[in-house]
Structures are given as structure tokens and as C-alpha cells.
């Protein structure tokens, strides 16, 4: 294409951005690169029946998996708007259809740019079917077909079709192939935001290139802004220099935003790449506060509020901050800190490493913008406290510290030894339900501060209890990380402080710190008692007669007692419409008919244990047709999710359902989708089945039902009934209903980086273990494009990995290419990932190595021996070559050899020691580095250490032998080769003879 025809396209193109007009067909080339493709279709087999009348109508497709090679591709010479393509396939399709009607039809083909290709045609008729079938028999054949819109483009397709007048059945699949590389870019940002204070603009540039050097155009769009270069001929490969530059200004946006600007190329072919930064425009400062001035030491917390996401600060109350620049440059001179990161109140914590002294907070939002310095002061304070009162109230301590960042150091008299035995109580409280709070208050008259405390919990005992339900296991701890309890028992907690008259980090004064006697509490941790009441009542001339009433309770930590650890029983009743209850048994007779309507009654009853604690009341209603009553829960099987989000799989349980009747009823539970079909519908529970549920008078207690949901549910919103019937009325029901969200995720990831050429690559990637689906087009969008079925590898119960093997052709290109990843649930989720690699096509093609003596050589020497042909058996302190050719531009070349031809010292079998550089002049350092003039062709070169000899003169083998090994690097790639037959026999000094006079 000439330079003309690429300016006009990228015009062309440009306006295409913003318009879908659809143009010309684009001007073809050859194909960069090899042409071959192998496509593999998948198999189907499909049916259709219908029944009607007289006619019995059938509709079938059938593909045994359809394989096309793709042999070659030039532009036919006849005609330069048509590719002939090369192509083997192989495989068997047909369709069918049967019908009395004479209105029916069938068709089987494959097409490449919607040209059918040569197979071998069968067809079958009768009177009432036809059936069309095609085999491949994998013979090479050539077919012209038109080069379309897209030239680049190949589209190959496997369709089968069989219809009559009612039903119908086709099925087919398209292959693409693109024969176009996609363009390259990089791109950088000079910043990310834009506030109007220090930052007016945003500056992106980078390169764009294109192996095929087609046209390209580069276009950069934040909010709905574009700027845009044509390249007309682009690089192949990235150069040094930048393309382009694109700059936006502040002015241009009048409105604060966070968008994304897109840096993409589009090459002539429409083949697109691109890079996107999060850009954030804000003018308005943020703001944070604090509720009070703040006095911490290093390692406290302190609590910030600001208005919007940013980066919290503390700096120095002694100069303005007004640019972000300030702000770093308080940093980087210890004059300030970052503490964190956040968006709403939180606690962030300040280092140990901050200087004392007087700090304001101050925020940085994403545009960069500095909030004014908070209201309030931080004190930042890391000595030991200057004073603690100490006072004494009754059985309380009372523990005052002094803050004042003042030093003072107290006379050795100003101590006070703790009162014994101040504190010395015993609290009862319930388990699971009473939370605890501890204070202690340490107060010294004479303003000695407190040096150390001990406050853990140090015994427990259960004996007194029946039903124990364990042993806790905070014997030994702290108490205040404990403030509700579980275990019902005794626990005894033990308090000591010691004081100290002189400052905590002087020691010479130890004597005078004292510990006080142990001060106990003792926390008696019990169970709430359970009632129970049953009624039996019956109607007569409108009265309700009281049959018998019984009420019960226990006390599960008193089972053992006659009494079941229970002391007193308390009964109410009133009529269901009276406000106030009346105390005592309900009456043997009460009206059951007032005014001609129906008289309800509501029975309370509870009890109280031997620690004087009551139960929860148990209310019986007496009602000749009682509205059903139903409470239920529902939640997911696991915590990390909920009924707002869990993935398909995974289990709902409902639990805490309780219905309130007094007559036989149901419990039904089922799962319905926005068209209220069921999707998943539970056994139908009857409240007489003690399998099911436990009774208290009216009162039914379900047990809790698992719910599975299928991993094949589509996500989406579902509702959740839990219905209760009136056994003997079915249209009496009473639910509860919940709504529930079906979201099944699939966080498909990969680490992939580089791959090799030449040698296996393992792909991998991550999933949640709700995918079952995963493959990976290995350079995607390129004709070397290949497609993997990724395997499990393995599973952690979170996480499922992901691996593909794969050999990389030496053939291929090095560069950067993109690898396609798509995963899929069994729900038809779908989720796919883009990664960038390098591939490197490092290879190292030869090595040699040879040394100047070659002693061994197959010669006849001077006493007239005839010697072996060795090449790679040298002599100590012969000098070697190493000489290798390596294609791939290595970034770093060495030489490595046995650790034993690497050594610099040397010891004989006589104890003698020799130092290389005694008789060399200099050491060797390893690994020993290989240059290269040509970039291709390294060498390197050494003189042997003298080593154990592996064969003596007369060719006997003394030991194993040694080797050399050339390392090639670029980036994390790496080649070796390695010669591994070397022979040392003697040394250089052994051959060097003195001619005798």
C-alpha cells in the first residue's frame, strides 16, 4: 500500500471511530508469517419429533467434529480480491428431515469465506424424507474464495440444516482466523489527577508499532475528549524514542470526575490494543477531623473522620501544608507521617517511629487536593507517664494518669503501698447473654505513678453445676479481652498493681517499687431456666372448660435436684383483647361466646432458679380457630457468604422456625425464581413427626433445615418461602418470606508472564472453585493462536488452579503477544481475562570448546607413541576456549565448570598446596563472563587450575569425568548446554622437555 492510500485510511479510520458508517472493502496484502491453522469443530448430534394427525415430522443434525487444516493462503493471481486457500478436512455431517408434507428440507456444508468446500456429497430421498450428507477425507484441495471486507479475516464455518413446515433444527459453529497481528503500544502518565492547584494538565506519550508495519492510528479519549495521531509507517519492534504525546487540560472539564483514559492503536486492519489509567479531576478539598485534642503514644490509635477516600497524615503543628508537594516534602524532613488510608471513621494506628511533639491531621484525596489542618491537636507522646494518682473509694482503686509531656522526677518518699484486700466481690451474670466490663482505678495520694499491673484470670471451677458445657481456655489471660461468657462455672480473677516512686525508666531505685496483695473477683457464670406449659381445654354451651393445666421448668445446671433447680413458678392470663394480665391460674370455666363473637385467651407462665433468675415467659393461647403464627431465619450454610450473595452450590439453611397453632399443621419450604415457577421444592413436614419438630403447649419448634442450591441455578434474585397449612383447611396458610441473590463468582486470574520457545510452558490460572470450564488462546488474535482445555491442578477449597501444557514452536516470532483466558460455571457464567507475555526465542545453537595444547589429537609424539584423538582431554594450566553461538539477543552470557577446575587452591595426594595465582599471576572469579562483537557468536577463555588427573598417561581411567556449561539469560529465561566429557591427564609442565646438548 502506498503512502497515499494508508493517509486515507487512517482519515478514514479516525472518522470510524465515531460513526458506524460502513466503508469500502480494505486493500489486502499477503499474510505475515506462516498461513498454517488447524480448526476443530465441535460434534453434535440433535433431534426434533412432532407427532400431529396423520404426519410424524423428524428433524435431525448430526456432526461427527469437523477438522480443517489450513495449509496455505496467497492471493489468487487470476484475481487479486480472492485468496486461494490450501486446506485438508476431514470428518462427516448430514441433516435429515421427514414429512408427509412436501414443504421440507435438508443441507449439510462447510464454507470458508462463504465458499462450500470439496467433500464427498451424499443425498437420500423418499416419499416422505431427504437426508444430506458430506465426508471429509482429509485429501488436500485448493479453493478460491473472496477476500471480503476484512482480508485478514478468514471465516470458516460447519452448518447443518434440516427443517420441515412445523419444526426445524440447524446447528453451526464459525471459526475466525485472523491472519493480522494486533498493534503494539506503550503508554505513560506525567500524573493521575488534575486539582487546579499544582496540576493544570495530564500528559500521556509512549510508542505504537506494528510488526507489519500497517498503518496505525493512536487516539488517547478521557471523558468523551480525543486526541488522535496517524502513523503511517510505524515501527516493526519498540524504538527508543516516543510516537506520540497527547496533553489534556483542566479547562476542558468544568465538572469533577473520576474517568478512565484509554490510550488505544488501531491498526488498518481494525486490529486494536490498548491501556487505560484511572484519572481523577477534583478541585474541592477534603477535610478530617477528630472528636478531641488527642494525647497517644506510639503504636495507640487514633480516630479520624474525613469526607471522601484519602491519604490520613499527620505533620507537624508548625508551618502551613498547602500543596501536595508540601506535604511530602514534611515527610521526607521526619516532620510527618502517613498513617493510613480510608474513607469513613477509623482507627489508624500511629508509629512508634513518629517524634513526639504537636501533630495536626491532615487528608489527601485522589486529585492530590490538601484539606486544611484539623481542628483539634494530636500530641504524640512516647515517655513513660509522668504521674498516677492514686484514691481509694471503698473497694474500688481508682487509677489516674498524668499526661503532661513534662519531665519530673519524685523524691523517693512519694509511695504508697496498695490497700489489701480492696477489691473482693463475687458477680452473677448469664451466659451468652450478660456482657462484662472491667475498671480498674489506681490512685496514689502522694502522686506516685503505677509501674505494672497483673489482671488475668487465674482459676475456674464447674463442680457446682450439672450439664457442664466445657472447660475456656482464657485461664492464665488477660481479663479484659474476655466480656461475655459461654462455660457455665466459677471464674476467679486475680488483680495486682505495683507503684513506683521514680520515673519507669530509672532503675537504681527498684526496691522502692512494691507489689499490692492479690485482690479477687469471682464471677459466677449460669443458664437462664426453661419453662414449659401445656392446656387442655374443651368447649361447652359457649364456655371454655379448663381441663388441666401444667406447667414445668428446669434448670440445666440443677438437674440433679429434686426440684430441677427450681424455686418459684409464676402464672398470668387475660382475654386476647385485654390490656393487663391477671396473676394466678386461669379459671376451670371462662366464657368461650361475649356479644355473639368468639372469646380468646392468652396463659403466661414462667419459673425462676435457685439464683433468682426468671425463664422467658411461655404463652399457651386458647382459641377455638387460632390464626396460624410462623417465625423463620434463613442464612447461608457458611459465614463468608449471605442470602443477599451466595454462589450456586453452595447451602442456606433455615433455622429458628417456630410456628404457633394449636392444631395439626404442615411446613412447606421451597425456592421460587422472578416467574414464581419453583426451582426447588423440600418435603412437605407435619408438626405431629418428632423427627421433624419439638412441642411447648401451641408452640411447634422446627428443626433446621439444609438447602442445597443446584451449581446449575442461573444467578439472579429468588425468593424463599417457608409456608405453614392448617392441616384440616389448606387455604388456611401463614409464610415468611425471604429474598435470595444467586451470585456465583469466578475471579479468573493468571500469573502467566514470559514464555519460551522451544521448550513446554505451563499455563496457569486461578478460579473460584465454582468454575468446572477453563481455556486459554495462547496468542490470541495472531496466526499462531492456539486453543488449550486448561486442567484442575488442584483445590483448596477457595481456590481452584488451573494448568495448560503447551510446546512453543522455535518458529515463532519473539515479542509480545496476548494470551485469551475464558472461564465458565455450571450456571453459564462466563468471565474472561487478557494477559500480556513476551515470548523469548532464546537458543543456544552450539558450543565448542578446545584447548591451544591439544596434546591428544591421534599424532604420534616424540617418543613415538601413538596417541589417542581426545579433544576435550586437556592439561592442568592448558589455556581452553569456550566458543558458542546463541540467537535471541541474550542479556548475559557465562561460563561455569566443575567446582573442581574452579578451584583456585590446590592440594596433591602428598599434602602439597598450590595457589593458583602463585603460578598464574592473578584468581579467576566465576561465573566467568562470555563476550561477543556480533551479538550472536560468544567466547571466553581460561587457563586450567591444576586438578586430579581422570586418566594417567597410558590412557587408564583414574575418575569421573568434568564439565563446562554455558549459561544464556534474558529476563527471567534461561538456557543451558553443557559439555560433560572433559579429561585431565597431568599438566602443561610435564610436557616441557629440555633438549639435551
Given at each position: 500500500?502506498d ?8 482519515i ?6 465515531y460513526?458506524s458508517?460502513?466503508?469500502a472493502?480494505l486493500e489486502s496484502?499477503?499474510?505475515f508469517g506462516?498461513?498454517?491453522?488447524t480448526?476443530e469443530f465441535s460434534?453434535w ?5 412432532y407427532?400431529?394427525g396423520r404426519?410424524n415430522?423428524?428433524?435431525?443434525t448430526?456432526s461427527?467434529g469437523?477438522t480443517?487444516?489450513?495449509?496455505n493462503?496467497?492471493?489468487?493471481s487470476?484475481d ?8 485438508k478436512a476431514s470428518g ?6 421427514r ?6 428440507g435438508?443441507?449439510?456444508r462447510t464454507?470458508?469465506?462463504?465458499s ?7 443425498t437420500?430421498s423418499g416419499?416422505?424424507?431427504?437426508r444430506e450428507?458430506?465426508s471429509?477425507d482429509g485429501?488436500a484441495t485448493?479453493?478460491s474464495?473472496s477476500?471480503?471486507e476484512n ?9 447443518t440444516y434440516s427443517r420441515?413446515y412445523?419444526?426445524s433444527t440447524?446447528?453451526e459453529q464459525t471459526?475466525i482466523?485472523?491472519?493480522n497481528?494486533s ?16 496540576s493544570?494538565s495530564?500528559?500521556v506519550?509512549g510508542q ?8 496505525i492510528v ?8 480525543t486526541r488522535?495521531k496517524?502513523?503511517d509507517?510505524?515501527k516493526a519492534?519498540?524504538?527508543q524514542?516516543n510516537?506520540y504525546?497527547?496533553t ?8 469533577d470526575i ?9 491498526d488498518?486492519?481494525?486490529d486494536t ?6 484519572i481523577y479531576?477534583d478541585r474541592i478539598?477534603?477535610?478530617?477531623t477528630t472528636q478531641n485534642d488527642v494525647?497517644?503514644k506510639?503504636g ?5 473522620t474525613?469526607?471522601?477516600q484519602?491519604?490520613?497524615?499527620l ?5 502551613p501544608y498547602l500543596?501536595?508537594s508540601?506535604?511530602l516534602?514534611?515527610?521526607?524532613e521526619?516532620k510527618?507521617i ?5 474513607s469513613?471513621k477509623?482507627?489508624?494506628s500511629v508509629?512508634t517511629?513518629?517524634l513526639?511533639g504537636s501533630y495536626r ?8 487536593n490538601?484539606s ?9 507522646d512516647?515517655?513513660v507517664p509522668?504521674?498516677?494518682?492514686i484514691?481509694i473509694e471503698g473497694?474500688t482503686?481508682?487509677l489516674?494518669y ?7 522526677i519524685?523524691?523517693k518518699?512519694d ?11 463475687s458477680v ?8 462484662v466490663?472491667?475498671?480498674?482505678i489506681f490512685d496514689?495520694?502522694?502522686g506516685d505513678?503505677k509501674?505494672a499491673?497483673r489482671?488475668?484470670f487465674?482459676?475456674f471451677?464447674?463442680?457446682?453445676f450439672t450439664?457442664t458445657?466445657?472447660i475456656?481456655d482464657?485461664?492464665?489471660k ?6 461475655s ?10 488483680y ?8 519507669g525508666?530509672e532503675?537504681r ?7 499490692g ?16 406449659l ?9 364456655k371454655?372448660?379448663?381441663n388441666g393445666v401444667n ?5 440445666l445446671d440443677?438437674m ?10 409464676m ?14 391460674i ?5 366464657a368461650?361466646v ?13 419459673v425462676q432458679?435457685?439464683e433468682g ?14 390464626p ?6 434463613l442464612?447461608?450454610?457458611?459465614s463468608?457468604?449471605s442470602?443477599?450473595?451466595?454462589p450456586a ?6 433455622y429458628d422456625v417456630?410456628t ?5 399443621h ?22 405431629s413427626n418428632?423427627?421433624?419438630v419439638?412441642?411447648n ?6 428443626v433446621?433445615?439444609?438447602i442445597n442450591?443446584?451449581?446449575t ?6 425468593k424463599?418461602?417457608v409456608k ?8 388456611k396458610t401463614?409464610?415468611?418470606e425471604f429474598?435470595v441473590?444467586?451470585?456465583t463468582?469466578?475471579n479468573?486470574?493468571s500469573?502467566m508472564?514470559?514464555l519460551?520457545?522451544g521448550?513446554?510452558a505451563?499455563?496457569?490460572a486461578?478460579?473460584s472453585i465454582?468454575?468446572?470450564?477453563v481455556?486459554?488462546i495462547?496468542f ?14 488442584s483445590?483448596?477449597g477457595?481456590?481452584k ?5 503447551k510446546g512453543?514452536?522455535?518458529t ?13 460455571t455450571?450456571?453459564g457464567?462466563?468471565?474472561?481475562l ?5 515470548l523469548n ?6 558450543m565448542?570448546?578446545w584447548g591451544e ?7 604420534v609424539?616424540?617418543f ?6 581426545m579433544?576435550h582431554?586437556?592439561?592442568s ?8 553461538e546463541?540467537?535471541g539477543?541474550?542479556d ?12 583456585m587452591?590446590?592440594?596433591?595426594q602428598y599434602?602439597h598446596?598450590y595457589?593458583?595465582s602463585?603460578?598464574i ?15 550472536e ?14 586418566m594417567?598417561?597410558e590412557?587408564?581411567?583414574l575418575?569421573g569425568q568434568y564439565?563446562v556449561e ?8 534461561t ?5 560433560d566429557d572433559?579429561?585431565i ?8 622437555y629440555?633438549q639435551?646438548?
Open positions: 500500500m503512502k497515499i492510500n494508508r493517509l486515507v485510511y487512517g478514514l479510520l479516525l472518522l470510524a471511530l460513526s458508517t460502513t466503508y472493502a496484502r499477503e499474510p506462516a498461513t498454517q491453522y480448526l460434534k448430534n440433535e433431534t426434533k419429533n407427532s400431529g404426519d415430522m423428524s428433524s435431525s448430526y461427527s469437523v480443517v487444516e489450513i495449509l493462503i496467497v492471493t489468487d487470476n487479486s480480491s480472492r485468496w486461494l486457500i490450501t486446506y462427516y455431517i448430514s441433516a435429515y428431515c414429512s408427509v408434507d412436501s414443504s421440507y435438508a443441507s449439510a464454507s470458508i469465506n462463504g462450500t468446500i470439496q467433500g464427498n456429497v451424499s437420500s416419499s416422505d424424507s431427504y450428507s458430506v471429509y485429501s485448493t479453493i474464495v477476500k471480503g482480508p485478514m479475516r478468514i471465516y470458516v464455518k460447519v452448518r420441515t412445523l419444526i440447524t446447528r471459526k482466523i485472523n491472519m497481528n498493534p503494539h503500544l506503550s503508554a505513560q502518565i506525567d500524573r493521575n489527577y488534575m486539582n487546579g492547584k499544582d493544570q495530564i500528559t506519550s505504537g508499532w506494528d510488526i507489519e508495519q500497517d498503518s493512536i487516539t488517547a479519549e478521557l471523558d468523551g475528549i488522535t496517524i502513523i509507517n510505524p519492534t519498540m524504538g524514542e510516537d504525546t497527547f489534556f487540560l483542566l479547562s476542558e472539564y468544568p465538572n473520576i474517568k478512565t483514559l484509554k490510550v488505544t492503536v488501531r488498518y486492519y481494525e490494543s490498548y491501556t487505560s489509567f484511572t479531576i478539598d477534603p477535610q478530617v494525647k497517644i506510639g495507640e490509635y487514633v480516630s479520624v474525613p469526607t471522601e484519602s491519604d490520613i497524615y505533620l507537624r503543628n508548625d508551618r500543596l501536595y508540601d506535604v516534602s514534611a515527610v521526607n521526619d510527618g502517613a498513617i493510613g488510608n480510608c469513613t477509623t482507627n489508624l508509629p517511629t513518629l513526639e491531621l491532615f487528608s489527601v484525596d485522589n486529585g492530590k490538601v486544611q489542618p484539623s481542628e483539634n491537636i494530636v500530641m504524640v512516647n515517655s509522668e504521674k498516677v494518682n484514691f473497694n482503686i481508682r489516674v498524668d499526661e503532661v509531656l513534662k519531665p519530673s519524685p523524691s518518699d509511695f504508697i503501698l496498695p490497700r489489701e484486700n480492696i477489691i473482693s466481690s452473677c451474670i448469664l451466659a451468652d447473654e450478660d456482657n466490663d472491667y475498671e480498674f496514689d495520694y502522694e505513678e509501674y499491673e489482671f488475668v487465674s482459676a471451677d464447674n463442680s457446682m450439664n458445657n466445657g475456656p482464657i485461664i492464665g488477660t481479663a479484659s479481652t474476655k466480656s461468657f459461654h462455660e457455665v462455672g466459677r471464674y476467679t480473677l486475680e495486682q498493681a505495683q507503684d513506683t516512686p521514680v520515673p525508666n532503675n531505685f527498684n526496691n522502692y517499687r512494691k507489689w496483695n492479690k485482690n479477687l473477683i469471682q464471677l459466677l457464670v449460669h443458664r437462664r431456666p426453661l419453662a414449659n401445656t392446656i387442655n381445654a374443651s368447649l361447652s354451651n359457649d371454655w372448660i379448663i406447667g414445668t421448668g428446669y434448670d440443677h440433679d435436684m429434686a426440684n430441677k433447680g427450681i424455686q418459684d413458678d402464672y398470668e392470663w387475660k382475654k386476647m383483647n385485654d390490656s393487663q394480665y391477671t396473676p394466678g386461669i379459671p376451670n370455666t371462662v368461650a361475649e356479644g355473639g363473637k368468639d372469646v380468646e385467651y392468652v396463659v403466661k407462665y414462667k432458679d435457685i433468675v426468671w425463664s422467658e415467659p411461655v404463652i399457651f393461647i386458647i382459641s377455638a380457630d387460632p396460624i403464627e410462623i417465625e423463620a431465619s442464612k447461608s450454610e457458611d463468608k457468604f442470602i443477599s450473595s451466595i452450590s453452595e447451602n442456606l439453611v433455615a417456630k404457633i397453632f394449636n392444631k395439626l404442615y411446613l412447606d419450604m421451597a425456592l421460587y425464581n422472578s416467574s414464581n415457577s419453583i426451582v426447588i421444592d423440600l418435603t412437605r413436614r407435619q408438626s418428632t423427627s421433624y419439638s412441642q403447649g401451641n408452640k411447634f419448634y422446627w433446621d433445615k439444609v442450591i443446584p451449581a441455578l442461573a444467578d439472579g434474585t429468588y424463599f418461602i405453614a397449612t392448617d392441616a384440616s383447611n389448606s387455604l401463614k409464610e415468611k429474598s441473590t444467586v451470585d463468582p469466578i479468573l486470574q500469573s508472564t514470559d519460551d520457545g521448550s513446554e505451563i499455563i496457569p486461578t478460579t465454582y468454575a468446572n470450564e481455556n486459554v495462547l490470541y488474535g495472531t496466526p499462531y493462536a492456539t486453543s488449550l482445555d486448561m486442567s484442575i491442578a483445590n483448596n477457595t481456590t488452579y488451573w494448568t495448560a501444557k512453543i514452536a522455535e515463532i516470532p519473539e515479542g509480545y503477544y496476548k494470551a485469551r483466558f475464558t472461564a465458565r455450571p450456571n457464567n462466563v468471565e474472561y487478557t494477559k500480556d507475555f513476551y526465542q532464546l537458543k543456544i545453537v552450539d565448542t570448546l595444547w591439544n596434546y591428544w589429537r591421534g599424532q609424539n616424540l613415538g607413541k601413538q596417541l589417542v584423538n579433544p582431554r586437556f592439561l594450566y592448558e589455556k581452553v576456549h569456550i566458543e558458542t546463541i540467537k539477543n541474550p548475559q552470557v557465562y561460563v561455569r565448570f566443575s567446582p573442581e577446575l574452579e578451584a587452591i590446590f592440594t596433591n599434602g598446596t595457589h593458583y602463585d603460578h599471576g592473578y584468581t579467576v572469579n566465576f561465573p566467568l563472563t562470555m563476550t561477543s562483537s556480533d551479538g557468536n560468544y567466547k571466553a577463555e581460561y587457563i586450567l587450575p591444576l586438578a586430579k588427573s581422570t594417567n598417561d590412557d587408564t581411567r575418575g564439565w554455558v549459561t544464556a539469560t534474558k529476563g527471567s529465561t538456557k543451558t548446554m553443557r559439555i572433559i579429561d591427564t597431568g599438566n602443561t609442565l610435564d610436557k616441557i629440555i639435551p646438548e
